[in-house]
């Protein structure tokens, strides 16, 4: 069964803090997609980034990075020096390739609250 | 480049009552997604149009159904409303309707619903 769990219910930090966010997932398929969601109080999720289940490759993009773990299926990520602006609700979802309309299996969400 | 827009935003309905939602995709996306978030929760995927039909569907009961019109543009009907089904409703738009599980979808702001 398909399955997406953010242990981490709410976090709270300091500016210019690191931060890591945990997404344990739970697929039988082979071939998906990992997302991470972005919601800001005015509601709509921003799709921040996404890595596919043949790359294992972490990455850096700005203050954002990702590591990603077959071995272990996490797939965490970790914004540097945190800011006031990062506030929001952060969800990791799933997409497989067997499930053909690709649809998002989200995990529960993690509350940042970054305070000045 | 208009985003994917979702009418109205606020609705309080009574229990029993029909509710209709409504969403246009982001321009040059084909099919569109709807999701329910309840307060607190991670969003769960409704149902997906493609091509005017419904291509994948979630766990939840008939009452909950939709369609898609020629310009991509696409409803959420629920019936006979319960309590339960407060939430916000959030659609999302992907490019490519034969190609989509690992394309990133593109959320509206969402139509927060009240049931009392």
């Known amino acids: 069964a398909q399955k997406v769990t953010q242990a981490q219910t709410e976090i709270s930090v300091v500016e210019k803090e690191d931060v890591t966010l945990d997404c344990v997932y739970e697929?039988?398929?082979?071939?998906?997609?990992l997302f991470w969601y972005k919601q800001p109080p005015s509601g709509e999720l921003v799709f921040l980034i996404r890595r596919n289940s043949f790359d294992e490759q972490n990455e850096i993009s700005g203050r954002y990075s990702w590591n990603f773990q077959k071995s272990t299926s996490s797939f965490n990520f970790t914004i540097t020096a945190s800011q006031v602006v990062d506030s929001a609700v952060y969800f990791c979802?799933?997409?497989?390739?067997?499930?053909?309309?690709?649809?998002?299996?989200f995990g529960q969400g993690t509350e940042l609250s970054v305070k000045p | 480049d208009a985003g994917v827009t979702q009418s109205p935003t606020h609705l309080i309905k009574t229990r029993g009552q029909q509710v209709t939602l409504r969403c246009s995709p982001k321009s040059g996306h084909d099919t569109v997604s709807w999701y329910q978030q309840a307060l607190g929760q991670g969003p769960q995927f409704i149902f997906q149009y493609y091509e005017e039909e419904e291509r994948q569907r979630g766990n939840f009961p008939d009452r909950f159904s939709g369609h898609q019109f020629p310009n991509y543009s696409s409803e959420l009907n629920v019936n006979a409303l319960l309590l339960g089904d407060s939430a916000l409703y959030l659609c999302?738009?992907?490019?490519?309707?034969?190609?989509?599980?690992?394309?990133?979808?593109?959320f509206g702001p969402g139509t927060r619903l009240t049931v009392t």
């Open positions: 697929t039988r398929d082979t071939t998906y997609y």
């Open positions: 979802a799933l997409s497989e390739k067997d499930n053909q309309g690709g649809k998002l299996i």
């Open positions: 999302a738009s992907s490019p490519y309707g034969q190609v989509y599980y690992y394309y990133e979808q593109y």
